[in-house]
């Protein structure tokens, strides 16, 4: 297209030349909802020298060349939505007219734009199991980085559009983003959701200390789980607080002294100290309207013995992961893996979940999902790494939350000692079976199948064998370690319960 229109050029000559659009998109090049004081970002590209305008007449300036690669007759506008501006889902219009031309070339934008209005709030509600919530546009082979995860059924107040991402707003100054296939829009005339606390209550069961907090709606919420001291931060966002009690019943073992601040008008923050150094997970979700967050407790002997340990072999089927030169598949190499560390574990008496025992096909949502189900203890993900430079070798482990840091640490320490290189531990890891705070977990990139070296070692049934008895290994550092750390001492004055 931009040869056509250079010849086009030559040959006309600027005497006689017509304003021509070569092309005119917003930026970026996506349909989008827009609120007063977002801006409108668009580019043309069209005949230099001219005079160009969009959504009737509001001016798109030309950049110099050394600002558009060299290039001439590029223009750029901004319109920032004002109170009051209506478009629904309209194309944008544009025009350019040189001072010769006797009428303007005009254009559409493919991209359609909403300006939504403040005085009807668009609302939307989780749906599934596995909706979350991302902290801006960004995408690549993991998805766009994740905030966090919602229970089904919460309410969002979106506030834009762009692309399949819909942004909600979450507190005065506190956005994110949601996918749109994780969330159904409501019809117009509701109510921005927001909420007073109830009073709390905190109490135990036989397996996990569990805190209440009622509110008069599903609003959403983020949470991190802090190490040194081990403190479990939940805020709600749009809740103001009425809690005038917080009951703490009997039973309670792992919850230390917790209590809430108002950290802004509409960001109410739990704040949940754990009595052991080392957390075992939590899970966060509604029942009705009240917030329910359960904390796991430490397993009762932290020994291999009786520990239930989730194994994941990644990939399988159709989804065959990385493949070596030599024709390696990935998907057969963590099965065989897995399999070998399954008799190790079980041997030493604990007790093994699979995500998979054959060359079947599971989808990473389903694997989350059924293991929230059988509610491992821990969950060890077997993988292997792949580079486009064959000359890139090494053992890696990967984890999400720092919490569950001793875990990924652990494996591998005992990982390199099998003689891998160390290729690094790598934290904030944006994989699915990273995401879950129900129980520490972690991912382990044996090594690379790309490298022939690794290759090699990771083929043969010894090597694996060593791997599985390392890897056995690691969890009973883990083990031992968080068995040396113990509770923490500013509770040693309380009754001693575990
Ligand atoms: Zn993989």
């Not at 509001?58 to 950049?63: A, D, K, S």
């Not at 506190?174 to 109490?203: D, I, K, M």
């Not at 995500?355 to 203890?377: F, I």
Request: a positive charge; charged letters at 20%; hydrophobic letters at 40%.
């Amino acid at each position: 297209m931009r040869l056509v229109g250079l010849c086009w050029l030559l040959l006309a000559g600027p005497a006689h030349a017509q304003s021509r659009i070569e092309s005119a998109e917003t930026v970026p090049a996506t349909n989008q909802w827009l609120q007063p004081g977002d801006r409108l970002q668009v580019r043309l590209q069209g005949t230099p020298g001219g005079q160009a305008t969009f959504l009737g007449t509001h001016p798109l300036t030309e950049l110099p060349p050394a600002q558009a690669g060299g290039r001439r007759g590029i223009y750029q506008g901004t319109y920032v939505v004002r109170p009051g501006d209506t478009l629904r889902n309209r194309a944008i219009s544009f025009a350019l007219l040189l001072p010769t031309d006797s009428t303007r070339a005009t254009a559409r934008s493919r991209s359609r734009v909403r300006f939504l209005s403040p005085d009807e709030p668009q609302l939307a509600v989780t749906k599934g199991p596995l909706a979350y919530l991302n902290y801006g546009l960004g995408e690549d082979r993991l998805g766009g980085a994740k905030l966090g995860y919602l229970d089904s059924l919460v309410t969002l107040h979106v506030t834009g559009m762009v692309g399949s991402q819909y942004r909600v707003r979450l507190a005065e100054n506190q956005t994110a983003w949601v996918p749109q296939e994780v969330v159904r829009l409501l019809p117009p005339g509701g109510f921005v959701p927001t909420s007073l606390t109830g009073s709390w209550s905190v109490a135990g069961d036989s397996l996990y200390d569990t805190v209440q907090v009622p509110l008069t709606a599903r609003l959403p919420y983020r949470s991190e789980l802090l190490t040194d001291p081990t403190t479990l931060v939940v805020d709600i966002f749009g809740a103001t607080s009425n809690t005038n009690w917080i009951t703490q019943r009997d039973g309670i073992r792992e919850l230390g002294d917790v209590h809430y601040q108002q950290v802004q008008p509409d960001v109410f923050r739990l704040i949940l100290p754990l009595r052991h150094a080392q957390a075992w997970g939590y899970s966060i979700g509604y029942r009705g309207n009240t917030l329910v967050i359960k904390v796991k407790r430490p397993p009762a002997n932290l020994r291999l013995r009786g520990l239930t340990v989730a194994l994941d072999a990644g990939h399988g089927g159709e989804n065959v992961g990385a493949t070596s030169a030599a024709g390696t598949q990935e998907k057969d190499l963590t099965l065989a893996i897995a399999q070998k560390l399954r008799r190790e574990l079980e041997k030493a008496g604990a007790r093994v979940l699979m995500t998979r025992e054959t060359d079947a096909t599971v989808d990473n949502g389903y694997r989350v999902l059924l293991l929230r189900q059988l509610r491992p203890d821990l969950l060890i993900s077997l993988h292997a790494n792949s580079s486009a430079n064959p000359a890139v070798q090494g053992t890696s482990t990967f984890y999400r939350y720092v919490a569950f840091r001793p875990l990924a640490w652990a494996l591998y320490e005992q990982m390199r000692s099998t003689g891998l290189k160390g290729f690094g531990n790598v934290g904030s890891f944006n994989f699915g079976l990273n995401g879950p705070t129900e129980y520490p977990n972690a991912l382990v990139e044996t090594a690379f199948v790309s490298n022939a070296e690794d290759e090699k070692r990771l083929t043969d049934p010894q090597f694996q064998q060593q791997l599985a008895e390392r890897l056995r290994a690691g969890l009973e550092d883990f083990l031992k370690a968080t068995r040396a750390k113990g509770p923490r001492g500013w509770l040693l004055h309380e009754p001693a319960r575990n």
